[in-house]
């Protein structure tokens, strides 16, 4: 399942440029701000000119301009909201003119900044927050461009937000869409035709129809940052990286240099459980793993193999789905579960327009982005959730991922507009993960009486819950990468349209190590059957989050006075933080920071480390590590993959 977080004004290149976060336009108005005609912003930028000190004119401008800023961030929230809550012609008209309109006020805030000298600003946090009005995104085309660009991108999240294909088992019936009919299909089937089918229809649907809208889209939103002063849209969208040593890139790939062996051994001991399942004939040995086995439709995570890959199949479940339906849970008290953690380490109680205005549910009687998103309305008071949440396990960690977004945003919202946002977008990702690695803990699921109190968690039981977590973290990792891998080299020309399928395809089987079902072709557009990709939303901090989520959760776990390195009886992946006020109050102090210190200081503020550090993920699966070598070796698996003769992709013009 992925995740989306939109942030509002400055990056609310509308659902165009980055961070999700949004939310349902209720038939109630909410939006109650006024904005200011775009020509007050002139008069403002006139009327601070006559300050004799030019930062002081500076911090002047933006006091002024804070008000109206919000109020034009409210309004495309809203009206995006609108549409992705309840699709349809209208909706997708409002959306526009909304995004429009937020772009006209940017361009002209933008003109205006120009007038100040903000590059010889002393004052490091007026600076920073003048550098963030400097780019516009998308928002800089011409207006034309703009709107082309606009719909161009919400047609493509259409398309994808409103695909259904043919049931394999009943072909007349042709509504089924991919929550929740195709995830249960992929996650719960073992019948490898009927997953063939899913897998294949659901990329005619989606990607396939995609295509012809890919190509100009590209091209505008390379326009786009080079109007910006960038190359290419990869640059202006790891511009939010500021990096003291390594370019990002550098530092990914030295990052998945040292989880990559991990991440091998878990792939060799999962291949060898689906060879087992389906037949050496497809399921190679040493080879590729096919793609719409591992059980969702991504290859992302792992987590509804665990009934047949689980290492110690004897002991009791550590997914504790029956248990939650068992005990009646309802999309609405998982979110209450939420909310109770976040309280408990003295974090913010949500506020009721929360629980009033969101979505915890796929509705019955329309089309929405079905997509887990968090919404920050920009006018300190409504924030919301979309998720059509279903009763399971998976779905409460997700609830909590989701939970920590809003919580940012809570804890924010008193920064400057400029700087309400993560302290780079894996911050967003990383904070909701973080409190549910505590979540998923056999202590905490005891303690909130969704496992049994009396399971001993002995050494077996233990390599069971890191395998469970592994199949969802450590599976994840590199598709993070190869999704904006494969935009970077689209967006920096190395990769034409007809190569678009195939170079996706050498990625994920050089990373991730998995196959096609069957040989793609440039006809076919695999990389649009995944919902960033058309919804036009960064994905590397993903990657990012899924390094920086262990090293906080390594540091608050030491103050919660939960892990003891030199102690057996408190290891990394036992640790839980329900009810640590000494942790909380550490990360609510960073959370506030927003986006106003560059990240590596507000990593420094709960770390120490001013760096992305991989030692804190390897040593929280060290266990399972130690674990997977022995019993790959026993069974004489190859970890790694080695291509096979089989062609994944050919390129046809």
């Not at 060898?272 to 969702?296: E, F, N, T």
């Not at 979505?359 to 979309?386: Q, T």
Request: proline share 5%; charged share 25%.
């Amino acid at each position: 399942m992925e995740l989306q977080i939109k942030t509002q004004f400055w990056i609310l290149v509308v659902v165009f440029f980055a961070i999700a976060i949004m939310k349902n336009c209720a038939e109630t108005d909410k939006t109650s701000y006024v904005a200011k005609p775009p020509l007050q912003i002139e008069e403002i930028v006139e009327s601070s000119l006559e300050n004799e000190d030019e930062e002081q004119r500076g911090e002047n401008f933006l006091t002024e301009i804070e008000e109206m800023a919000s109020a034009e961030c409210s309004k495309a929230v809203f009206a995006d909201w609108k549409f992705q809550s309840n699709i349809n012609d209208d909706n997708e008209q409002g959306s526009v003119e909304a995004a429009l309109g937020l772009a006209k006020f940017r361009k002209e805030l933008w003109r205006n900044i120009t007038r100040f000298q903000w590059k010889k600003f002393k004052n490091q946090t007026l600076k920073r927050q003048f550098q963030s009005l400097s780019s516009l995104g998308t928002d800089a085309l011409p207006e034309t461009k703009l709107e082309k660009f606009t719909k161009l991108v919400n047609e493509m999240n259409t398309i994808y937000s409103t695909a259904k294909i043919c049931s394999f088992k009943e072909p007349t019936k042709c509504n089924l869409a991919l929550q929740p009919d195709l995830s249960e299909i992929l996650g719960k089937s073992r019948n490898y035709e009927e997953l063939e089918h899913v897998w294949l229809n659901y990329r005619d649907a989606t990607g396939r129809k995609i295509l012809p809208h890919y190509p100009e889209y590209v091209e505008l939103l390379n326009e786009g940052a080079q109007i910006n002063g960038f190359d290419t849209a990869a640059d202006e969208w790891l511009m939010p990286y500021e990096s003291e040593s390594l370019s990002l890139k550098e530092e990914i790939y030295k990052l998945w240099e040292k989880v990559s062996p991990l991440y091998e051994e878990l792939h060799a001991y999962v291949r060898r459980k689906l060879s087992l399942m389906y037949g050496y004939d497809k399921v190679s040995k040493a080879g590729p793993i096919p793609a719409h086995l591992l059980g969702d439709m991504w290859a992302q995570r792992w987590t509804d193999l665990l009934e047949f890959t689980v290492p110690y199949p004897q002991l009791t479940n550590v997914d504790v789905t029956p248990n939650m339906i068992k005990n009646n849970y309802t999309a609405l008290k998982m979110f209450e579960v939420s909310e109770e953690f976040f309280t408990s380490i003295n974090l913010t109680q949500l506020p009721l327009e929360f629980w009033s205005g969101s979505i915890l549910e796929k509705p019955l009687d329309r089309n929405i982005v079905c997509h887990p998103s968090a919404w920050d309305f920009c006018n300190g008071v409504d924030y919301r959730i979309k998720q059509c949440t279903k009763v399971k396990m998976s779905d409460l960690i997700v609830a909590h991922h989701e939970m920590g977004h809003v919580i940012y945003f809570l804890l924010y919202k008193d920064q400057p507009i400029m700087f309400r946002e993560g302290a780079n977008p894996g911050f967003h990702e990383a904070v909701g993960d973080l409190l549910a690695l505590s979540v998923s803990t056999p202590k905490h699921l005891k303690e909130i009486g969704l496992l049994e109190t009396t399971i001993e968690e002995n050494e077996a039981f233990n390599i069971n819950y890191l395998f469970l977590q592994a199949l969802d973290k450590v599976a994840f990792i590199p598709s993070a990468l190869v999704i904006d891998q494969w935009r970077w080299d689209v967006f920096n020309g190395k990769v034409k349209p007809e190569e678009y399928n195939c170079h996706w395809w050498k990625l994920r089987e050089k990373f991730q190590g998995v196959k096609p079902p069957r040989t793609r072709t440039s006809k076919d557009f695999d990389p649009g059957a995944k919902f960033h990709i058309p919804a036009n939303i960064p994905y590397i901090r993903y990657f990012v989050s899924y390094i920086i989520q262990f090293q906080f959760h390594k540091a608050l776990c030491l103050i919660a006075n939960q892990y003891d390195p030199a102690d057996p009886m408190k290891p990394l992946h036992k640790c839980d933080i329900y009810k640590s006020t000494k942790a909380g109050n550490k990360l609510g102090d960073m959370l506030r920071l927003g986006s106003s210190r560059p990240w590596p200081d507000a990593m420094e503020q709960i770390t120490g480390q001013r760096e992305m550090d991989a030692s804190a993920i390897m040593e929280y699966f060290q266990p399972l590590y130690d674990w997977l070598k022995i019993e790959n070796l026993k069974t004489n698996e190859f970890a790694g993959w080695k291509l096979d003769d089989e062609v994944s992709c050919v390129v046809k013009i």
